[in-house]
């Protein structure tokens, strides 16, 4: 906790990294399947979850711009708890029960992200703006990436070792301790050692304190916040620089994180075997030491419209990879993938603070998220469609015969939104999003 930033910047970082920093990930579709669930299945948690943010995000930023962005903050740790809890204590045995309750986990889940979205970041870059100090926001991102990343690197090698039952139990004949685990015991542990993250998440965002200046309004009324939230649609629709950044944001990030959802049925698909899902995990993590350093660099010596098409070539090249599932050199190509998601958060986050008023900035990083949670639950529902159009096959098989479209689909609707950009092309290009331009 000792750095050159305020308190409330502090807070932010340790909320973000308990909120975050999930045990499960690194076995999170192989956990939902052990779970009882089928591959069409999971897909359609996935967008109960994103549904759950499409329909809270701006609502949840126009009320934490309202009422105050610390109550957001504490109502999302909370929700987290609830969340965690159902997966963790849910009887399994009754396929039908278990998905309804998985089901309900998911919106729950997907409430506490669009609780946090928005809210958090505005408090924190507000806490910096009252005090003069806006320009150190870049800073603050990149330290957040770096200490994150870190948190990742634990939380990914615990939790793949924990859900492994014969690794455990090679472990504690190694420590000459009398345990022995089964893998329906080993199944939760990561879900347990996530709850305990989330309590840390309560106690940190019950130490936040609104910025001096910012306080919310003594009264809440419905019609302020409809008014914020129309005022924030209507800001972004007149500005094509900025329409355009969230399209290509909704759809780098949906692609990435529909990778990030079903990275271990890839590795299961490329003959990685589960007790090293957390190495490739934490390689992942790892990544997150480097990328801010590469992200601050384009960022001061790049244009946003040279970094945008650098990015996307990237991704593309990395899905073209990726979609050939060759065995173990696979790792690269889904390594490459992931880190798309480091840059799209720094860029999304640097030019979009840099342009929007602290008035509405809650509001308009709940479209943000919005956005991009609807792009990932509209590729989730195509997914769970495709999927169930291949008819009763192996899992992998499904899986290795859908990501073959992947690059192609990135591919076209990337052509198709500079096809639509066309009519904005010299304001696309001359324009930056900076509250010097906007």
């Given at each position: 906790?000792?750095?050159?930033?305020?308190?409330?910047?502090?807070?932010?970082?340790?909320?973000?990294?308990?909120?975050?920093?999930?045990?499960?990930?690194?076995?999170?579709?192989?956990?939902?399947?052990?779970?009882?669930?089928?591959?069409?299945?999971?897909?359609?948690?996935?967008?109960?979850?994103a549904?759950?943010?499409?329909?809270?995000?701006?609502?949840?930023?126009?009320?934490?711009?309202?009422?105050?962005?610390?109550?957001?903050?504490?109502?999302?740790?909370?929700?987290?708890?609830?969340?965690?809890?159902?997966?963790?204590?849910?009887?399994?045995?009754?396929?039908?029960?278990?998905?309804?309750?998985?089901?309900?986990?998911?919106?729950?889940?997907?409430?506490?992200?669009?609780?946090?979205?928005?809210?958090?970041?505005?408090?924190?870059?507000?806490?910096?703006?009252?005090?003069?100090?806006?320009?150190?926001?870049?800073?603050?991102?990149?330290?957040l990436?770096?200490?994150?990343?870190?948190?990742?690197?634990?939380?990914?090698?615990?939790?793949?070792?924990?859900?492994?039952?014969?690794?455990l139990?090679?472990?504690?004949?190694?420590?000459?301790?009398?345990?022995?685990?089964t893998?329906?015991?080993?199944?939760?542990?990561?879900?347990?050692l996530?709850?305990?993250?989330?309590?840390?998440?309560?106690?940190?965002?019950?130490?936040?304190?609104e910025?001096?200046?910012?306080?919310?309004?003594?009264?809440?009324?419905?019609?302020?916040?409809?008014?914020?939230?129309?005022?924030?649609g209507?800001?972004?629709?007149?500005?094509?620089?900025?329409?355009?950044?969230l399209?290509?944001?909704?759809?780098?990030?949906?692609?990435?994180?529909l990778?990030?959802?079903?990275?271990?049925?890839?590795?299961?698909?490329?003959?990685?075997?589960?007790?090293?899902?957390?190495l490739?995990?934490?390689?992942?993590?790892?990544?997150?030491?480097?990328?801010?350093?590469?992200?601050?660099?384009?960022?001061?010596?790049?244009?946003?419209?040279?970094?945008?098409?650098?990015?996307?070539?990237?991704?593309?090249?990395?899905?073209?990879?990726?979609?050939?599932?060759?065995?173990?050199?696979?790792?690269?190509?889904?390594?490459?993938?992931?880190?798309?998601?480091?840059?799209?958060?720094?860029?999304?986050?640097?030019y979009?603070?840099?342009?929007?008023?602290?008035?509405?900035?809650?509001?308009?990083?709940?479209?943000?998220?919005?956005?991009?949670?609807?792009?990932?639950?509209?590729?989730?529902?195509?997914?769970?469609?495709?999927?169930?159009h291949?008819?009763?096959?192996?899992?992998?098989?499904?899986?290795?015969?859908?990501?073959?479209?992947?690059?192609?689909?990135?591919?076209?609707?990337?052509?198709?939104?500079?096809?639509?950009?066309?009519?904005?092309?010299?304001?696309?290009?001359?324009?930056?999003?900076?509250?010097?331009?906007?």
């Amino acid at each position: 906790m000792q750095s050159p930033f305020p308190l409330n910047i502090r807070l932010f970082i340790w909320f973000r990294i308990f909120f975050n920093c999930r045990f499960y990930y690194p076995v999170f579709a192989i956990l939902f399947l052990d779970y009882g669930m089928t591959l069409e299945q999971f897909a359609l948690l996935n967008v109960a979850w994103a549904a759950a943010i499409v329909l809270l995000e701006v609502p949840s930023g126009a009320l934490a711009d309202c009422i105050g962005r610390r109550k957001m903050v504490i109502a999302s740790a909370i929700l987290m708890v609830v969340e965690l809890c159902l997966l963790a204590f849910v009887p399994l045995g009754n396929g039908v029960f278990v998905f309804w309750v998985l089901i309900l986990n998911r919106v729950l889940s997907g409430a506490a992200e669009a609780t946090a979205s928005g809210a958090d970041e505005a408090l924190a870059y507000d806490s910096l703006k009252v005090i003069g100090r806006e320009k150190e926001w870049p800073d603050v991102l990149a330290v957040l990436m770096k200490r994150q990343s870190l948190a990742f690197v634990f939380a990914m090698l615990c939790g793949a070792v924990v859900y492994d039952a014969s690794l455990l139990n090679r472990f504690t004949d190694l420590v000459n301790l009398n345990w022995s685990f089964t893998k329906q015991e080993c199944l939760r542990f990561p879900v347990y050692l996530t709850l305990f993250m989330a309590c840390g998440a309560c106690v940190v965002s019950f130490q936040m304190r609104e910025p001096p200046g910012s306080y919310p309004r003594s009264e809440f009324k419905f019609l302020a916040a409809w008014r914020s939230m129309r005022e924030a649609g209507l800001w972004i629709i007149q500005r094509p620089t900025i329409w355009f950044f969230l399209i290509f944001l909704v759809v780098c990030d949906s692609i990435v994180r529909l990778h990030l959802t079903l990275g271990s049925q890839y590795l299961r698909l490329i003959q990685i075997p589960e007790g090293w899902f957390g190495l490739f995990s934490a390689a992942f993590a790892v990544l997150g030491l480097f990328a801010p350093k590469v992200a601050m660099a384009l960022v001061k010596k790049r244009s946003w419209p040279w970094n945008l098409s650098a990015l996307a070539l990237y991704l593309f090249l990395s899905l073209l990879g990726l979609s050939l599932g060759i065995p173990y050199f696979g790792l690269i190509f889904s390594l490459t993938t992931s880190a798309g998601m480091f840059f799209l958060g720094y860029f999304s986050s640097h030019y979009l603070n840099a342009a929007i008023d602290s008035g509405h900035r809650a509001t308009i990083l709940s479209f943000k998220g919005l956005a991009m949670n609807l792009g990932y639950g509209l590729i989730g529902l195509s997914y769970a469609a495709y999927v169930g159009h291949l008819g009763e096959i192996d899992k992998n098989a499904a899986y290795a015969e859908s990501i073959r479209l992947w690059p192609w689909y990135f591919a076209g609707i990337l052509g198709l939104l500079l096809l639509c950009a066309w009519p904005w092309r010299r304001a696309l290009w001359l324009r930056s999003p900076s509250p010097s331009s906007l």
